[in-house]
């Protein structure tokens, strides 16, 4: 789950890393109130959940309350990376004197914490990695251990006197900690800002919480930017279903996440377009019939392509599922089954009595007639 | 990360709903279930089986060599170092939705007592013919049977449909190792390549691999030194980028965890990447000649 900056910005005050004062306003009226509070020059920026809001035109300066109005008025309503902006942190603008980038995340090469930091900061990191490989440090932490003070110096050691800094070394012993306490995927700061006087103070926060903490992080989860999900995609979710919505017209159901992203290759190798994935494995395997009608309430969906291939999840119950639902919605659609694994041998009788419908051997020959009806359906497929 | 036939076997959260069902049916097939672990439950017998406070009484009651564990996702951290410091050799991690986090901790657990993991968010391990853990369908006799190909798969649906293909083609499997659909696992891809490439009784391997990370790619660099040949499928070509594609691990950001990329490392050392799974069958019985 991803965060705007006003969210996540907490998550580093409370470890102890300065952060510029500052107020969200969500119109012209509260960013020309929250600058004359704050009663310095400002930065007004747009509170999307997604990066590169400067290069968009969402992060403007403004030296009084009417500029910092203007600013936000002119800011508010922007659509930035498909996020459409409905507030605006106000903060008090900082005078510089360096900027840096530090981070912690997930690193699956070494299955542990991955610390960054690089003195070239304020830039997109990516890029400063190709740019500039020598100026990007990656160190990976034992979790076991966590990160001390002395290998937090370490991964300053070499960028000059200015980084000789232990002040450096604790921001990023707290920004780990400020990670491992909250379950963070991703905790970056950029810039982290050297100002005039010498203070270190986060300008910018990004935060990802892992999806799989929300459950133990239900407060923080709470001020975090689920993804933006059409009404289908919100029904599923509160079903706990893995649905994605796509353009085409072929529908898809299937258990597993592998096979599910396969039915949607060949359907897509054939010469169709897929209309969803949805999968209904795992521990989803007895929410077929509330699955099945989620996917016929998609008005685009020609037809049906229903692929099971049970290890976990029992086909004799999914098809089951499927079965109960179409017998009560009687929808007028072709489907298209393929199933085999755990319980094939009771699900292809149950088709067989309810349906008069036997399943095709392969999952390619199933999803040949489905392209097929598609077609004859005049689906874009 | 090979189970076969007479190794021991310990259940963690034996006694749930899933954990019983699951026992039966790897009994039945013929996996030697020594023992469960349910710390409510401990100095039962179910499944035939001693129940357990914990792990750590297992192994000294009646030892184990392979942990499997039907628990929720938030008890796996403490569950899972349980059974490692009790010294067990190996564990097969079923649950998804375990913090990623706690998953470090127990891969670093793991690092320092030795111990070996497969998942979390695997479907398990099969020997056709002799034993499974985990909750695959190796009592199939049209998907499983005894054979001279291994796979590796991060799907356990998948990975059965690919071994469901190798049959239907008059194949069969010698080991199926489900590595799991998370980011940061125990037993990466690479991990299972080389297991079954010591393993003698494997002739040939597929790997069956999914958008995301760089596994393929790591698996790619050991490939080139293989003698025994190896196909692959990779799902995911048509799904959209930036979205997880049910598995915590599917996606793709930018160019990182492409299809392309990962096709593109598997070709250039030999591989033959196949465009549907029932490609799998046909190009592993050709190169098997």
């Known amino acids: ?381 | 990360m090979i189970v076969r036939g007479g190794e021991r076997v310990l259940v963690q959260g034996i006694t749930g709903r899933q954990g019983t069902f699951w026992t039966e049916r790897m009994q039945a097939y013929g996996t030697r279930v020594v023992g469960g672990v349910s710390p409510k439950r401990a100095g039962i017998e179910h499944c035939g089986v001693p129940v357990f406070a914990s792990a750590r009484e297992a192994m000294g009651g009646i030892g184990f060599d392979v942990s499997v564990l039907f628990i929720p996702p938030l008890g796996v951290k403490a569950a899972a170092i349980d059974a490692i410091e009790a010294g067990g050799p190996r564990l097969v991690v079923l649950t998804e939705h375990v913090p990623v986090q706690d998953v470090m901790e127990v891969l670093a657990a793991a690092r320092a007592n030795g111990a070996a993991v497969a998942g979390p968010n695997t479907a398990g391990l099969v020997t056709p013919g002799e034993c499974f853990v985990g909750f695959m369908p190796a009592f199939e006799a049209d998907i499983f049977r005894p054979g001279r190909v291994g796979v590796v798969s991060r799907s356990g649906s998948l990975g059965t449909l690919v071994c469901l293909n190798l049959v239907q083609a008059g194949l069969g499997e010698s080991a199926f190792v489900g590595i799991g659909g998370d980011p940061i696992i125990g037993t990466t891809t690479r991990d299972a390549v080389a297991a079954l490439d010591a393993d003698e009784r494997t002739d040939a391997v597929v790997v069956v691999g999914e958008i995301g990370g760089a596994m393929e790619e790591d698996a790619a660099e050991y490939i080139r030194g293989m003698a025994k040949p190896v196909v692959a499928f990779i799902a995911g070509g048509a799904s959209p980028p930036g979205k997880k594609m049910g598995h915590a691990g599917a996606i793709v950001m930018g160019d990182k965890g492409s299809y392309a990329s990962k096709r593109r490392a598997l070709e250039a050392v030999g591989v033959e990447v196949l465009d549907t799974p029932s490609g799998v069958g046909p190009a592993i019985g050709a190169a098997l000649g």
């Open chain 1, 1 to 381: 789950m991803n965060f705007e900056e006003h969210a996540a910005k907490p998550l580093l005050r409370a470890a102890g890393i300065a952060t510029p004062r500052g107020c969200l306003a969500r119109s012209g009226a509260e960013a020309r109130a929250a600058a004359a509070e704050l009663g310095v020059p400002v930065v007004v920026k747009a509170q999307v959940p997604a990066g590169k809001r400067g290069k968009a035109g969402g992060i403007r300066t403004a030296d009084g309350a009417a500029a910092a109005g203007e600013a936000a008025e002119a800011i508010l309503g922007m659509d930035i990376a498909g996020h459409r902006v409905e507030s605006v942190l106000v903060e008090e603008r900082a005078a510089i004197a360096a900027e840096y980038y530090a981070a912690v995340l997930n690193d699956p090469v070494s299955k542990g914490p991955l610390v960054m930091f690089s003195p070239e900061g304020g830039m997109d990191i990516e890029e400063v990695a190709v740019s500039k490989p020598g100026r990007v440090r990656r160190a990976p932490v034992d979790i076991s251990r966590g990160l001390d003070a002395d290998s937090a110096r370490a991964l300053l050691d070499g960028f000059g006197p200015e980084l000789d800094d232990a002040a450096v070394a604790e921001v990023l012993v707290a920004l780990y900690q400020a990670y491992r306490g909250n379950d963070a995927e991703l905790l970056e700061i950029n810039p982290l800002a050297r100002l005039d006087d010498g203070r270190l103070v986060a300008l910018d926060c990004k935060l990802v919480l892992d999806d799989s903490a929300i459950k133990r992080r239900e407060a923080l989860a709470g001020a975090g930017s689920p993804e933006p999900a059409t009404e289908l995609e919100t029904r599923a979710q509160a079903l706990d279903l893995k649905y994605i919505e796509l353009d085409g017209d072929i529908g898809v159901i299937a258990n597993g996440a592998g096979l599910t992203m396969t039915t949607m290759d060949v359907i897509t190798d054939q010469g169709g377009k897929p209309a969803n994935f949805l999968e209904i494995g795992g521990e989803s395997y007895t929410k077929a019939r509330p699955a099945l009608e989620l996917l016929l309430d998609n008005p685009r969906v020609k037809c049906l392509v229903v692929n099971f291939c049970g290890a976990f999840a029992r086909t004799d119950v999914m098809t089951g599922g499927v079965l109960d639902a179409w017998e009560a919605l009687s929808p007028d659609l072709p489907v298209f089954f393929s199933v085999h694994g755990t319980g094939a041998t009771e699900a292809r009788a149950m088709l067989l009595e309810r349906l008069g419908m036997t399943p095709y051997p392969t999952m390619d020959e199933a999803i040949a007639a489905a392209v097929a009806a598609a077609r004859a359906a005049g689906g874009a497929t």
